[in-house]
């Protein structure tokens, strides 16, 4: 049974990750993202990696900044740091080249975070950028979705500071 509502979700072009802990996220149309690609993978690859590799950062650091809160997360577009590299596929084909020429990475969200009562404490919609990722990327870090983590990393430790505060709604564009 719980295969079908997957398959259903799916297809329906979402994607629901019930992670553990009190986090939900939610991948709407995942094939429409502006840049998810690693070159040694197929498209619904890459796809997979992502989600596996968001999921685990969002639950640990949504644990550690929103032990009491339930976090409802759609992830609406993500656009990759860098660009790809043009070498052959090898062994470093999923390394993307972030110097001046690449693009910083983007994720679009919309979110909801409810106390324990189930009351809904903050929601809203963000578009997630760093203009100066560069500088924040460790030098030994050979993780290919550190950007993009720290991203989430960042906007989730803030997200406190914005509960039980009106929220104004970002306009979200692509």
Known sequence: MRYFFLA?????????FPVKGSV????????????VSFRSMTPQGAEDRLQRELNRTIQAVAAQ????????????DVAMAGREA??????????RI?????????????YEIKDSAGKVVAKGARVLTNLTYQWDYPEAA??????????????????PRGIG????Q?????
């Open 8 to 16: 259903a979700a799916f297809i329906g072009g979402v994607v629901v």
């Open 24 to 35: 939900r996220v939610e991948y709407i149309h995942p094939e429409n993202y502006t840049d």
């Open 65 to 76: 900044y929103l032990g009491a809160y339930q976090l409802n997360l759609q992830i609406l």
């Open 86 to 95: 043009f070498e052959r596929p090898g062994l470093s084909a999923d390394l």
């Open 98 to 110: 972030r110097n001046g020429l690449g693009k910083p990475p983007k994720i679009a969200v919309r």
């Open 142 to 159: 050979i993780d290919t979705l550190y950007p993009e983590k720290q991203l989430l990393r960042d906007w989730i430790r803030g997200l």
């Open 165 to 168: 505060k009106p929220v104004v």
């Open 170 to 174: 970002a306009a979200l564009r692509k």
